[in-house]
């Protein structure tokens, strides 16, 4: 049985999963969909077409799923998607996607600290962290392990890498390549992320092999299409370093560089 405050409004027509509990003041509308054991604190928002998995844990006024603030909404039922095992702590706004039929897409084991925005059709994979008043605009992309700093803000349809950290106050405006420290405004891609690496059980050898990525690609002033040609003809081709090529081949706003 969940454990829901007498004060908390749950429309009839939502789907409460076991074991959850739902404290003081919370609302949830009627197309949400709450898996099991979830935790809400107090005076959560809960609205839109929201799947929720299990295990979640939402401090007070977070508002998640809410109609996007995008001025080119038109209606239409529009998706937010949550796994499992996620943080959302105070404040926290996660947006329902814009066009008909699309999704904001939240993975797994993700820690999402107080303020931080997750804008319309922005697609957040696992084990992410963001601190506080991080931002991130529509259609972004963040791969597993990312880390984005306190008050950073990132540009809507860019790319964050694996196992990439962004610095606090930094500014994104293109992608950054994944495994790799950016900082600054304008931001820059200061070094390999060694401590991220380390922490998420990279080899020896692959971070080797990334740090010589780094130096050509970041270091030695070739244009990009040298630069990747230089580090398939000079890096040992690890897993790393083949999935670090194909994102900067498949750059769209550029690379942070």
Known sequence: MSEIHPTAVIH???????????????????????????????????????E?????????????????????WQGGTTWT??????????????????GNSEATQIGSDNHIL?????????????HIIMSNNGTLAGHVIVEDYAIVGGLAAVHQFCRLGRMSI???????????????????????TRAVNKVGLERNGVTARAQDALRKA?????????????????????????????HFIEFVEARDRGITR
Request: with cysteine; aromatic share 8%; charged share 20%.
């Open 52 to 72: 929720i998995g299990r295990d979640n844990v939402f401090f007070p006024f977070a508002a998640i799923g809410l109609q996007t603030q995008d001025l080119k």
């Open 12 to 50: 009839h027509e939502a789907t409460i999963g076991d074991d959850c509990v739902i404290g003081p003041y919370c609302i949830i509308g009627a197309h949400v969909t709450l898996g099991q054991a979830n935790r809400l604190h107090s005076h959560v928002v809960i609205d839109g077409y929201t």
């Open 81 to 98: 998607r949550i796994g499992d095992r996620n943080t959302f702590r105070e404040n926290v706004t996660v947006h329902s996607a814009t």
């Open 214 to 242: 780094h130096r050509l690609y970041f270091r030695k002033g070739l244009t990009v299409d040298n630069a990747v040609q230089a580090i398939r003809a000079e890096v040992p081709y690890l897993p790393e370093v083949e």
């Open 114 to 126: 107080a303020y931080c925005h997750i804008a319309h059709n922005v697609e957040l994979g696992n």
């Open 166 to 188: 962004i610095g606090g106050c930094s500014k994104i405006v293109s992608d950054v390549a994944p495994f790799m420290m950016v900082d600054g405004n304008p931001a820059r």
